[in-house]
């Protein structure tokens, strides 16, 4: 069977879907994947789904500073980890090319989400830097609570919700219709004591089945009403198109 054979009824390259999201895949693999979305319907849909989760992870935890003992403790293994590379030679931190034959499948966040072990465990490691890099940390005694805010929607049969976390937000929206040909959502904040929409830089579209997680890039902290028009393509500055979604965070 060829890389990219997808006569079988779920394919067996589906399970890479996580790990070429996270871009945990080599550059030669990432390529190979990206075109082999092109002709595997399943793998798209297998994308589609996981994108859900991966939109949601810059909310899934408070941005907090790490500690300087954390910092610290990461350095000193970063630097053992250096020595034992310099005394062990230069093709010491190669990774043998994984294999692509029958490897054992394990699902991973829930049905239809799937990775073989390998890509597993590399998708941790990259989940781990990601959160060292950036700092974030869980703490259950000093996390705030998420809110969760339902949204007036104009489209008929749609619905959307804000989830709120200190000062971040994320939009989700079920079964509302694509943007208009050649515009885009955009999301606007008005903050409390005006009623000026202020534009953001979270421009987004729906996924065929109308749905999509949009974390707002701005924080939402004295934010008194978060709005969704439609927009010419690149965003604008003022509201010109119609507003389909209004949530008050007050």
Known sequence: MSLHDCSLPECEHAVDAGAYLLRALSADEHA????????????????????IVVDTLPIAAPQLAPPPELRDRIMRIVDSEAELLRASGSEADRVPAPARDKAPRRRWWGSGLMLRPAAAGGLASVLIAVGVAGGVLLSSDSSPSTRSVTAQVAASGATATVSVRGGQAALHVVR???????????????????????????????????????????????VDRI??????????????????ISASLS
């Open 227 to 244: 709005l969704v028009t439609d927009e010419p393509d690149g965003g604008s500055s003022s509201p010109t198109g119609t507003q389909l």
């Open 176 to 222: 509302l219709p694509a943007a208009p040909a050649g515009k885009v959502y955009q999301v606007w904040i008005t903050r409390k004591g005006s009623a000026t929409p202020v534009p953001t830089h979270t421009l987004f579209n729906v996924r065929t089945d109308g749905s999509a997680v949009v974390p707002i890039e701005e924080s939402v902290k004295n």
């Open 32 to 51: 190979d994947y990206a075109q082999h979305l092109r002709t595997c319907r399943e793998c798209r849909h297998e994308v589609e789904e996981l994108q």
